[in-house]
């Protein structure tokens, strides 16, 4: 039976504009995930809001697992604060499962983003979760918590975000299989 390690946001002190913050948001995603993920033949393993960063990584190490998959919200440098919209899923540019798995989870987030044109997959070598992790890893900046738009589409669409990423896990699963 496959098994993820769902690592949603640690990070309460990036508030949103209207109410709540990242790891409050994230935390809820994570919430629809798992029994939905569970219905679907995978198990999971997941972080809890107390659990540092690297001991989130160290857990994940630990076991055999097939994904690491990080949920977070972005915010833009303070010279575009408000103006970026959109989700980002990254992944390392070494592990072509990881790349595989960041193409599916941006596939389904352009079924239900409202500007597909903007979700983008991102390599990158500078994400600890993606460079740390054992696990082929995949971070989702789901959209940017400091542009009204994206802020309010997010807390909006938990389940519907929620649905998108588990579909995209199933499926990567699937092909790992």
């Known amino acids: 039976m496959p098994t993820i390690y769902l690592s949603p946001s640690i990070q309460p002190y990036n508030k949103y ?12 995603i994570a919430d629809d995930m798992v029994p939905m993920l569970e219905q679907n033949g995978i198990n999971v393993v997941r972080n809890t809001p107390n659990t540092s960063l690297g001991q989130a990584i160290r857990e994940s190490n630990a076991g055999n697992y097939d994904l690491h998959l990080a949920l977070h919200s972005n915010a833009g440098p303070s010279n575009l604060a408000g103006k970026l919209r959109g989700p980002d899923v990254y992944y390392y540019p070494y592990s072509a499962s990881g790349k595989r798995a960041a193409e599916l989870i941006a596939d389904e987030l352009r079924k239900i983003y409202p500007d597909p044109d903007l979700v983008s997959t991102v390599a990158t070598t500078r994400l600890a979760e993606i460079t740390k992790t054992s696990a082929p890893a995949v971070l989702v900046e789901i959209a940017y918590h400091d542009n009204a738009e994206d802020e309010a589409w997010i807390r909006n669409n938990i389940t519907v975000i929620a649905e998108a990423l588990t579909r995209a896990a199933v499926s990567y699963t699937h092909l790992r299989a």
């Open 17 to 28: 504009l209207t109410e709540g913050d990242e790891q409050c948001w994230m935390n809820r």
